[in-house]
């Protein structure tokens, strides 16, 4: 697109960046209920939806794909699960390595990014304020049908996209190269949407918490409503100039904020708001201090983690990239 000139690339890249944000995503997160974003937030679970089926019908495309004479940047095993033995010597080389490695390092990556992706507790409330006739079976079931999805459509995407790039695989799985696909061309795409529509929804969630800690309320006046909606998006906008890898950004925001907000802060308020003579929450309580303990102690080896390889430059590269 920009004859081969990345820097240029780059700079359209941020130019584009921060005018979709005070474009589309200030307006939209300046909306002051949850529900007025249901249309979006629909949008952007289908989209969701889109990519998981689009890298599954990619794997029974591409797991056979390997050219005559392969080298560092192409794919040089077949994984197609129907041929039994093919399938077998891909992972029983190398001691099953490529089925389960387990490091230091990846581990450290790795959790973060688990904690990212299944941190809905920030919007439970929100959302629980949002639901007619509220009860507590009702948020239930809707809890349960949301983690439902959210395992189902990581396991198939994650599996799938393994399988098909093996170590290969970016952190970014819609950098890898699918040949051109037009299924996956259109994905990055409908993935973009998602993750611009599903930003006023965290937004909003942000918002709420931080009026409810200063002005003790959900909802504030219009400028300081405005204000502060403007401060959050600055800060997401500025982020999304300055690191472009979306894996480094999940593993952040996985060992700092989500640890805190979906672990730390309900447990602390577990301890404090649950009286002590309602003994039959002991072990609950204990658990949960545990678990912040454990969490705790590895956000703070994946933050070094991260910084380590930033400054020395040491990022994990992927060996099969398509020519953006």
Known sequence: LFGGDKSMAHKYYIYFIIGFS?????????????????????????CC????ISLFIEYFILCGDVIDKPDDNFIDDKTCFWNGEE??????????????????????TSVPIFIFGYNCQPNVFPIYMELENKTSAKMQKVFKYALL???????????????????????????NDFKTSPEMVLACIIFTIAMILATPVFINAI????????WKKKQIPLIPHV??????????????????DIATVFGFIGCTTNPITGYILPTYFVWKLVPKEHTQHNMIKRVALAMIIIVSLISLGSIYYKIHVIVANDSPTCGQVQDI
């Not at 939806?49 to 998981?52: I, S, Y």
């Not at 396991?155 to 819609?174: E, M, Q, R, Y």
Request: proline letters at 1%; hydrophobic letters at 55%.
């Open 207 to 214: 918002r709420e918490n931080i009026n409810d800690m200063i």
């Open 49 to 52: 939806f889109f990519l998981t």
């Open 22 to 46: 005070w474009i589309i995503i200030f307006p939209l997160a300046l909306m002051r209920n949850m529900s007025s974003l249901r249309f979006t937030s629909f949008l952007s679970v289908t």
């Open 87 to 108: 399938f077998k010597h891909v992972f029983t080389m190398d001691d099953y390595s490529r089925l389960a490695s387990f490091t230091f390092n990846g581990f450290l």
């Open 149 to 175: 999805i959210s395992v189902s459509l990581y396991i198939i995407a994650g599996s799938f996209a393994f399988l098909t790039f093996l170590s290969k695989t970016c952190g970014n799985i819609l950098l």
């Open 227 to 244: 204000c502060v909606t403007f401060g959050i998006t600055l800060v997401c906008v500025l982020i999304s100039v300055v690191v472009t």
